[in-house]
């Protein structure tokens, strides 16, 4: 069974870093395309970053290009988003996802997903 664990969170002021992890638990960790996707009361859930299984390529979302960094290590089986610069926009609950094919954007082709961590971003 899969369960994902993010971590790393919290207050941080604006220009800040943070880097959050997410720990897979269950098997075969490699075989998963990877995404961080974020939500803010009243909107959608939003993609931010994307790491491909097996070849590892990397998406980010053009409002995080230069300032965010997805990354995996699968041998801690834990996938890692690197904030930095951070932003008030940046403001949210950050989730990490999981499936079997490539990275795409819809949260709704991600079967598996953590219990999220809040970002807060102040000036």
């Known amino acids: 069974q899969v369960q994902l664990v993010e971590s790393g969170g919290g207050l941080v002021q604006t220009g800040g870093s943070l880097r959050l992890s997410c720990a897979w638990s269950?098997?075969?960790?490699?075989?998963?395309?990877m995404a961080w996707f974020r939500q803010t009361p009243g909107r959608e859930r939003e993609f931010v970053a994307g790491i491909n299984k097996l070849d590892d390529n990397t998406y980010h979302t053009d409002s995080v290009q230069g300032r965010f960094t997805i990354s995996r290590d699968n041998a801690k089986k834990t996938l890692y988003l690197q904030m930095d610069n951070l932003k008030g926009k940046d403001t949210a609950v950050y989730y990490c996802?999981?499936?079997?094919?490539?990275?795409?954007?819809?949260?709704?082709?991600?079967?598996?997903w953590g219990q999220g961590t809040q970002v807060t971003v102040f000036s």
């Open positions: 996802a999981a499936r079997k094919g490539l990275v795409i954007l819809g949260d709704d082709y991600y079967p598996y």
């Open positions: 269950g098997r075969d960790f490699s075989t998963y395309t």
